[in-house]
């Protein structure tokens, strides 16, 4: 434990105490920190967890780990961000600044007599929004609701269109009040696109507010827009549209290429693991880990296209495919890849071609004999 305090500490700069007590306004207390890992999820907000060692509890005295408190991070945007522009928050080329909000902290014992506190945060737009108990605050029904709530907190929105609207539950006595952040929530989870599909997914990375189906986000954010071989590309048949449409993906190749002119720009580590079973609403999910140099600027949201056979003009393996990340994690200081989890749209019961019943027992009773 006492050797991680001397490791190089560069990246332990793109984390910055607003402290207006201070001439610039900022505290950097990049020595102390131990770690920083990042997460961004379909399923939440962003989320930075940091590890600091406060020696003698003078950081802890002078209020840095209180709830609320505002710290700012720098982390990673791809220049070609093509169908999502970012402009609630401080781009730098490829870095980007975004004020975040210390949501939770814990404490445990360090080395020596030294504490280490470990440091939720969480974005100061969504942290507010979850404070905010006043129905009158932002008005709007569906997609309106969600695009009016992010504006009047600072942050960019993409949304799909939709007019399901949900009311402000009045709460008794006893009972805490709705948040807009649950309001939002409840929009997501009861809102159904034009085809009546899956439930709308509400989440946040960068300082955008994503609001819509998996479906309609498939094929919709990415790196390279291209017209490739549907049957290749979206064997289930997921993408709206069709026919000679160009998508929006992340190219992700098994094997890589390394030592090409050019390299991948995505590189995978190792092969993706990925599975797949019957009767079940999303019919593919997997996870895979991407060398750190641009896996960094990748979000949920995106789209990926997982490709084992490069050229091929049949489908080829049985998981390449259209995919949504649904999950980005790594390490904000070292060398360590990064992980992600994908998942193919989730599908209505309607939409999810059944197995045959098949032989029954009595009929397989030939096929023993023959077997044997």
Not at 194 to 199: L, V, Y
Not at 258 to 276: E, G, H, K, V, Y
């Amino acid at each position: 434990m006492p050797g991680r305090v001397h490791e190089d500490r560069r990246n332990a700069r793109d984390l910055v105490w607003d402290d207006p007590t201070k001439i610039d306004g900022s505290t950097v207390i990049n020595q102390a920190i131990l770690s920083i890992k990042v997460n961004y999820s379909m399923d939440m907000v962003s989320e930075v967890t940091v590890e600091v060692l406060d020696s003698n509890g003078s950081l802890a005295q002078a209020n840095y780990f209180s709830i609320g408190r505002h710290v700012w991070y720098r982390g990673f945007a791809h220049k070609d961000r093509s169908w999502v522009a970012i402009n609630s928050g401080f781009v730098e080329g490829e870095r980007i600044w975004q004020l975040f909000e210390i949501a939770s902290v814990s404490m445990g014992p360090g080395p020596g007599t030294n504490p280490v506190w470990n440091l939720k945060l969480r974005p100061s737009a969504c942290q507010q929004m979850k404070r905010d108990k006043d129905p009158g605050t932002v008005v709007g029904m569906g997609s309106n609701l969600i695009i009016n709530a992010a504006h009047k907190y600072g942050l960019d929105c993409v949304a799909q269109s939709t007019e399901t609207g949900v009311d402000w539950k009045a709460a008794g006595e006893d009972e805490v009040k709705e948040s807009l952040w649950d309001i939002m929530k409840r929009t997501a989870s009861e809102s159904r696109d034009k085809d009546g599909h899956t439930q709308f997914r509400l989440f946040e990375a960068d300082g955008v507010l994503f609001f819509g189906t998996q479906k309609w986000l498939l094929g919709r954010w990415g790196t390279t827009y291209d017209n490739p071989d549907v049957g290749i590309i979206d064997p289930e048949g997921l993408i709206a549209g069709g026919g000679n449409d160009a998508y929006n993906y992340i190219e992700l190749c098994w094997p890589v290429l390394r030592n090409t002119n050019p390299p991948d720009a995505f590189q995978l580590m190792s092969m993706p693991t990925c599975s797949r079973s019957d009767n079940d609403p999303i019919a593919t999910e997997g996870s895979a880990s991407i060398d750190r140099a641009n896996g960094r600027t990748l979000r949920p949201g995106m789209t990926i296209f997982l490709r084992f056979d490069r050229g091929a003009t049949t489908r080829g393996h049985y998981f390449q495919g259209l995919y949504l990340i649904s999950s980005v994690s790594y390490e904000h200081i070292g060398s360590a890849p990064v992980s992600i989890n994908f998942r193919s749209p989730e599908r209505l019961a309607k939409d999810i071609k059944m197995l045959e019943v098949g032989a029954v027992h009595g009929q397989l009773k030939g096929r023993y004999s023959e077997i044997i």
